[in-house]
Nanobody
Framework: DVQLVESGGGSVQAGGSLSLSCASS????????MAWFRQAPGKERERVAA???????SYEDSVKGRFTISLDNAKNTLYLQMNSLEPEDTAMYYC?????????????????RGQGTQVTVS
């Protein structure tokens, strides 16, 4: 079974940057979608960014131009580069993956999910 482990969260001032990593215990080949979700206190979990096996990426409107999702297949690691961070980006960030082409907007559709890493922007 694939395990996903996030890292890279922390506290940063507004305008700063963080780079999140999601290490997979297994490789993703063939058809897949990998995504980052976040959940702020009192808010619903939302998909922040996703990347498919065809290389296509998608972003939630509020992070477009600030966040970049990427995948290093050689390292079995998913990344989320976050620049120009805002207090509204404060949340627990989760990575998720599954072997389907559809990059679902809800984390429950994904077969593999990490435990999350906290990002706090002040």
């Amino acid at each position: 079974d694939v395990q996903l482990v996030e890292s890279g969260g922390g506290s940063v001032q507004a305008g700063g940057s963080l780079s999140l990593s999601c290490a997979s215990s297994g490789s993703f080949s063939g058809i897949y979608c990998m995504a980052w979700f976040r959940q702020a206190p009192g808010k619903e979990r939302e998909r922040v960014a996703a990347i498919g096996s065809d290389g296509r990426t998608s972003y939630e409107d509020s992070v477009k131009g600030r966040f970049t999702i990427s995948l290093d297949n050689a390292k079995n690691t998913l990344y989320l580069q976050m620049n120009s961070l805002e207090p509204e980006d404060t949340a627990m960030y989760y990575c998720a993956a599954h072997h389907r082409t559809y990059c679902a907007p809800v984390i429950e559709w994904y077969d593999y999910r990490g435990q999350g890493t906290q990002v706090t922007v002040s």
